[in-house]
């Protein structure tokens, strides 16, 4: 059998579907389903949670019941559907959620985050203003060691963006909403790659943005925590890298982008990569990063600003700090 499906959700029409892909998450799961079930909405605001246990090892599946799909719980909750099904990594994972999702849009969550309270209300709100918005984004932050940080995009105005705005990189990640239809219209192709599991955020948002000429509508508002905690996928800096490379090569070949776009997008590929080498105290390979991405880029503060952090290295950066 391939999946076992674990659901008491009956409620209908819903608005929301919300696809969480999670394995051996046991010991964060429930915190992140408790910021869900505690969002502060209207009545007529319905949404259901599909979670999608990818295989795990661990005891998600005890959990689970227990704590939401036990009537006797004090947690029962009968919008979350749980699904059982054998690993296959998390892009054919949300795919699944995506094909088991009911709700008229379907945001994207990450078992290790954090919903604050007014997420989906302040979602609905935009797309009432909105009503063409197929795609949206809330702003989020960072939490480590009980320190909060602002992301990359706390900068960006609220309004819509083209494909332009995600040439540098994924600026939301896969925590974005979109209209059902959008899947609908693309006539069979997975929403996700998955052959990629890094970086398949910025192939989906390609693929709409570009592809379909959708705009992402981004709202100023920051609704969403980011557990930064040390087992997250991004940590592992070696492996980011390479796959951020192949991510770029697949995106070249699959979309028609202008000389001086697809300069934008090698050139901040190459950053990426050289901020991550940096990270992992690799300090010839961020080099060798950083002199590619200069030869598409330029010299610039940014870029001679990262060039002076390599040369000096990040063993003496911290001792610095």
């Known amino acids: 059998m391939k999946f076992l499906v674990k659901s008491k959700n009956t409620i209908a029409p819903l608005f929301f579907s919300i696809v969480i892909p999670t394995y051996n998450r046991a010991n964060l799961i429930v915190a992140t389903l408790d910021s869900i079930f505690n969002q502060k909405v209207e009545a007529d605001i319905s949404f259901e949670v599909i979670l999608v246990d990818d295989g795990s090892t661990d005891n998600t599946k005890e959990i689970i019941t227990t704590t939401y799909l ?22 054919a994972a949300r795919n699944f959620g995506i094909s088991n999702a009911k709700g008229k849009y379907i945001l994207f969550f990450d078992s290790d985050d954090f919903m604050q309270y007014h997420h989906l209300q ?74 990629f599991n890094i970086c398949e955020d910025w192939i989906f948002l390609f693929r709409n943005m570009f592809a379909h000429g959708v705009p992402i509508y981004v709202i100023d508002k920051t609704t969403i925590t980011v557990n930064d905690h040390p087992n997250r996928s991004m940590a592992n800096n070696q492996k980011v890298i390479s796959v951020r490379i192949e991510a770029t090569q697949f995106l070249e070949n699959e979309l028609s982008l202008s000389d001086t776009e697809l300069k934008i997008l ?45 040369l000096i290295g990040k063993n003496f950066v911290d001792k610095i700090k």
């Open 70 to 91: 036990d009537e006797n719980a004090e947690k029962f909750e009968p919008r979350l559907n749980y699904f059982q099904k054998e690993n296959e990594e998390r892009s």
């Open 122 to 195: 302040t979602l609905y709100d935009a797309i009432k203003r909105n009503p063409t918005a197929q795609l949206l984004a809330t702003k989020f932050e960072f939490e480590n060691e009980g320190k909060i940080f602002p992301s990359h995009i706390a900068h960006i105005k609220e309004g819509f963006y083209d494909y332009k705005l995600i040439l540098e990189g994924s600026y939301f990640g896969t925590l974005v909403c979109f209209d059902r239809k959008l899947i609908e219209s693309e006539k069979g192709l997975q929403p996700f790659p998955v052959e």
């Open 266 to 310: 090698k050139g901040y590929s190459y950053q990426f990569c050289a901020v991550h080498a940096y990270i992992d105290k690799n300090r010839n390979q961020a080099f060798d990063f950083w002199k590619k991405m200069v030869s598409y880029l330029g010299y610039n503060k940014k870029t001679i600003l990262l060039g002076i952090k390599i």
